[in-house]
């Protein structure tokens, strides 16, 4: 299924979408949305806080501040 999204001004209530040749002939269903009514929580921001978990290794977590450091060291050396 393909999708096409546009968002365009309502102008004496019309909007012209102007749809690709594969759309010619075809049945296709329309959704109009208010962009002023659309739901906040589906622009946020997601984080990627705490998903890479499982791939923690606890031995090393008191040596996390010193991480960066030591893996500069070991690719160039001590600069």
Known sequence: ????????TVEKG??????PRQFWGQ????IVLSMTQRDEGALAKKSL???????????????????WQNAVNEKY???
């Open 77 to 79: 050396g001590d600069c």
């Open 14 to 19: 019309h909007v012209n979408i102007r749809l």
């Open 49 to 67: 806080g705490g998903c890479l978990h499982q791939y923690a290794n606890a031995a090393f977590i008191d040596r996390e501040h010193e991480a």
């Open 27 to 30: 049945q296709v269903e329309i």
């Open 1 to 8: 299924m393909e999708a096409i999204r546009e968002i365009q």
